[in-house]
């Protein structure tokens, strides 16, 4: 005879606590909110993608019909589109004329690829992350990891393009010249290693920059490599920049006059030993930068909304990049000076100080 368990039942509290009606509607009304927000994300993308804010910002009121005529587009995409915009006060609309207007405040984040406010890369690095989240689901379940490299291209493209405006606007200006002589150095001359490059923004904005200096960005991601290539030769400072496929604990090299990791030392399953390797790779009084995304050291501290969207890409992107590699310490985007500090530490470094910050990012120097 076959038995069938009883299915499991989850234990009632000890204590009910009685329900406020009033606040149980607040939070579905926010949770409507939420899945809006959620949805807009792919909006964005969609509106990025199909040219749609670049076509309102240089034509300004449209109806949808010559919106999609613009754009090649179908109308009904358009018009729905439009009114989830005008909804979510990304457009606004004049019931009058049956138009819609870009403002000028969006035109410049929606538009404006060099302008700090830039933001759709930060939406579609979203949405590629969420896109991901059934392969998460299972490494949740069995504690694997899920690394960068087998993430969509909307991850790669968005990180780059997210952080990119912030580097143009800060590094030369405001990080660099808070490290001690560095910026002296890269004048006269020294050898760089960008580690984490990515699609090399940082690497060949220090590069244009400081033509006496010679760079070299690492990155495990042989595609990255490849884009970061072809965007250096197009900036034509693929004389004193080159890019390499390595990993932050064996990246090739050493006499370096600085070494940066721009938003990835939390990323790495082993900081501890790629900052060993950045100690040994160094000149006799060379500096290590690390950007790193704006954190403190409690939980309580980044209960706000730029530590909300951190952790949510530690918990999807970020703790399984770490996770799928070999120690896996799954530092978490939310580190922290104190852990950051931590690592360095025990890579063998003896000077730790916080010299820069914008909302988003921290600017650590670090040397031996």
């Not at 830039?118 to 689901?137: C, E, K, N, W, Y």
């Not at 990080?175 to 690497?203: I, M, N």
């Not at 403190?296 to 951190?310: I, K, M, Q, S, T």
Request: with cysteine; charged share 20%; net charge negative.
């Amino acid at each position: 005879m076959t038995t069938i368990d009883a299915p499991a039942t989850t234990p009632a509290p000890e204590t009910a606590q009685a329900v406020d009606t009033d606040k149980l509607m607040q939070f579905v009304f926010r949770a409507v909110d939420e899945v809006g927000a959620t949805l807009n994300a792919a909006l964005v993308v969609m509106g990025d993608k199909l040219g749609y804010y670049r076509d309102l910002a240089a034509h300004g009121p449209s109806t949808p019909s010559a919106l999609a005529e613009r754009t090649g587009t179908s109308e009904p995409y358009a018009r729905e589109w439009l009114n989830a915009q005008a909804a979510g006060d990304y457009v606004s609309y004049d019931a009058s004329t049956g138009r819609y207007t870009l403002p000028p405040e969006q035109v410049v984040a929606l538009t404006v690829e060099d302008s700090p406010a830039f933001l759709p890369g930060f939406f579609q690095i979203a949405l590629g992350t969420v896109s991901d989240t059934s392969h998460i689901l299972e490494a949740a379940r069995n504690g694997a990891g899920y690394g960068w490299h087998e993430h969509n291209t909307d991850v790669h493209v968005g990180c780059e393009r997210f952080f990119r405006p912030s580097y143009n606007a800060h590094l030369l200006t405001e990080w660099l010249p808070a490290l001690d002589g560095v910026v002296d150095r890269l004048e006269q001359g020294t050898t760089v290693a960008d580690v984490g490059c990515g699609h090399g923004a940082s690497t060949i904005l220090m590069a244009r920059a400081f033509p006496e200096s010679t760079f070299v960005g690492f990155d495990y991601h042989p595609e990255s490599i490849a884009a970061a290539r072809e965007r250096a030769a197009a900036a034509g400072c693929a004389d004193r920049v080159r890019f390499e496929v390595a990993t932050a604990d064996a990246f090739g090299g050493n006499g370096y006059g600085l070494v940066t990791m721009f938003d990835c030392l939390h990323d790495m399953g082993d900081p501890v030993g790629a900052a060993r390797h950045v100690r040994s790779a160094l000149a006799e009084g060379g500096t290590w930068m690390v950007v790193e995304p704006m954190a403190g050291d409690h939980v309580e501290d980044n209960l706000n909304p730029v530590g909300r969207a951190y952790y949510g890409f530690s918990t999807l992107l970020c703790t399984p990049s770490s996770l799928s590699q070999d120690v896996g310490l799954a530092l978490g985007t939310q580190a922290g000076p104190q852990r950051i500090r931590d690592v360095t530490t025990a890579g063998g470094f003896t000077r730790f100080d916080r010299v820069a910050e914008t909302p988003f990012n921290q600017v650590f120097e670090i040397r031996p």
